[in-house]
């Protein structure tokens, strides 16, 4: 569904990803890496959130490449970013309900009913500004707004960061639950190698901005980890 | 009692609170709700004030019809300015709307031919003309604009609409991926309240009667700041209590009720100011949130 091809991708003038292909299905694709291995940017070139140096983006078929942001998400793509990805000031209700800015009222209301069933532990802090929640609390919210958009694609940008073990396992087993359920394909950059590796069918190791390989989770084990992640 | 209400005193007093708390609210959607910085209300309000001046007395057309043109010329003319400065962060929004403003009070001064310059522009007669009761019976026109206004505020702030643009205030480049295009709406809404404030300009040119450059000053959008600090960004509530607090008690209270001699009277307005600053400091220091409280909406 979502397809790069030789993507180059960077900062200002300076190239951080080079060449990178692959394609993701309907399916858990998870990008793994070190620290600094591009990731972030990979995630933010999906998403549009920085531009394309070269390469070509196709998803279901179309042409992305040119697109803008609001663009991409329009088409069912659904960002969540490694920081920030809260509107603070916001209660978590009103994080859902601006998360379907595309939805009619009456779809917009069956679907934050949904998205309260998927993480129930949203129901009680509802009314809460969403700048005073714990990152777990805050991880659930830009999830729960993420889905509020209906997306066909979800990319998670390490959304175990910052979380207790605990916390990170619930939260795998609901993306687990969410491509199951919902059928959606979710892109998910992590560092957390195991734990991601459980959920995922397919992994991408990105080394210093290149591609180090492309593996279906089952055959990954520690040791070619370790490689790509250069220790 | 009755000759009071209905004097040109307590009517021009009454219009020019309404308008500025309008100024004040339009200010309050902007900043608290869109996250925009504006220093440039007088230059819209000036704006809005002389196209419907010159609309009426130029080519005799109808006063509403007037006002009405008057906003639109506004909002047209802060479009394009939202798309220049919009994309920049929040002290160049300032600086650049404040040289707008400034722009436009030169400009006025400037085009003699179409806006009069120093020799200025009138007159402007009451639109509404009932006898002696004209200047109430406006008066009361323009506090139901006003009401109009603030019914307005009040829906936008719980419709979809306003709960995406406290959305881009909040963090934009997350908003950017909701799936609108929140920089055009951002601009449009912008343009759009800016077209308000032009509207409020129209409805205070009958109450000047004759206009002068001058009266575009930066005065004009200080007050509306100072009012909205004061009584505090996050509520429609405090805008009005700012405006009232701001101008009824060192307006009228000091000029009107304090029996000050000429030489001293002729002091106020500076001594006004130093007061609003002083006023602000205080607020800023032991209630940064305003009178009316609230948590504040802004980073
Ligand atoms: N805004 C930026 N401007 C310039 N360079 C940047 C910027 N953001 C990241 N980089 C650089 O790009 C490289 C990749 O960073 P990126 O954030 O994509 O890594 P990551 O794999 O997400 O790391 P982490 O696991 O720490 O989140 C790093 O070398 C980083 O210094
Ligand atoms: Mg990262």
């Known amino acids: 569904m979502l397809k790069i091809e030789n993507v180059v991708s960077g900062y200002g003038e300076v190239s951080v990803l080079q060449d990178i292909s692959f394609e993701v299905g309907h399916e858990v694709f998870a990008i793994l890496g070190a620290n600094g291995a591009g990731k972030t940017t990979l995630m933010k070139t999906i998403a549009k959130a920085i531009p394309l140096m070269s390469g070509s983006m196709s998803f279901e078929g179309e042409d992305i490449a040119g697109e803008t942001s609001y663009e991409v998400a329009a088409r069912g793509i659904a960002f969540v970013p490694q920081e920030h990805n809260v509107f603070p000031t916001l209660t978590v209700l009103e994080n859902l309900s601006v998360g379907s800015t595309l939805l009619d009222k009456a779809r917009k209301n069956e679907k934050i009913e949904e998205v309260l069933n998927t993480f129930p532990a949203l129901k009680a802090i509802s009314k809460q500004k969403a700048g005073s929640l714990s990152g777990g609390e805050a991880q659930m919210v830009a999830v729960g707004r993420a889905l509020m958009q209906e997306p066909k694609l979800l990319l998670l940008d390490e959304p175990s960061a910052g979380l207790s073990p605990l916390y990170v396992d619930m939260l795998f087993s609901k993306i687990a639950d969410i491509h199951k359920e919902h059928k959606v394909s979710v892109l998910v950059a992590e560092q957390n190698a195991v734990k991601t590796l459980r959920v995922a069918n397919k992994a991408l190791i990105l080394t210093l901005g290149k591609i180090h390989m492309i593996e279906d989770a089952d055959k990954l084990d520690e040791s070619v980890i370790k490689e790509g992640y250069n220790i | ?261 000429a030489e001293a009277a002729q002091m106020v307005p500076f001594f006004i100011y130093a007061a609003y600053g002083l006023m602000l400091v205080l607020v800023l220091m032991f209630k940064p949130t305003g009178i009316m409280g609230g948590k504040r909406r802004g980073n």
């Not at chain 2, 007395?57 to 939202?82: D, E, M, Q, Y």
């Open chain 2, 1 to 261: 009692m009755i000759s009071f209400l209905t004097s040109g005193f307590f009517a021009s007093m009454l219009s020019f609170l309404a308008i500025y708390v309008a100024l004040t609210v339009i200010l309050h959607l902007q900043a608290n709700v869109a996250g925009v910085v504006n220093f440039g209300i007088a230059g819209f309000w000036g704006i809005g004030m002389y196209a419907t001046s010159i609309f009426l007395l130029r080519f005799n057309i109808n006063f509403w019809i007037s006002i009405v043109l008057g906003a639109i010329v506004t909002g047209l003319i802060a479009l394009p300015l939202a798309r220049i400065l919009l994309n920049l962060d929040g002290q160049a929004v300032l600086v650049g709307t404040l040289a707008f403003a400034s722009i436009v009070e030169n400009q006025i001064f400037v085009n003699r031919e179409i806006t009069g310059g120093s020799r200025g522009l009138g007159t402007i007669p009451m639109p509404i003309d009932v006898g002696p009761y004209r200047f109430i019976v406006y008066g009361l026109v323009v506090v139901a604009f006003v009401v109009a206004l603030i019914l307005y505020a009040w829906k936008l702030k719980k419709a979809p609409f306003g709960r995406l643009l406290f959305s881009i205030r909040d963090n934009e480049l997350l908003s950017r991926s909701l799936g609108k295009p929140t920089f055009r709406h951002k601009i449009i809404f912008f343009a759009i309240t800016c077209g308000l404030i032009g509207l409020f300009g129209g409805l205070t040119a009958p109450l000047h009667s004759f206009l002068l450059p001058m009266m575009v000053s930066p005065t004009v959008t200080f007050t509306a700041w100072i009012a909205l600090m004061l009584g505090g960004q996050s509520k429609i509530s405090g805008a009005v209590i700012g405006v009232l607090a701001t101008e009824f008690v060192f307006f009228y209270l000091l000029r009107v009720i304090l029996p000050l001699p």
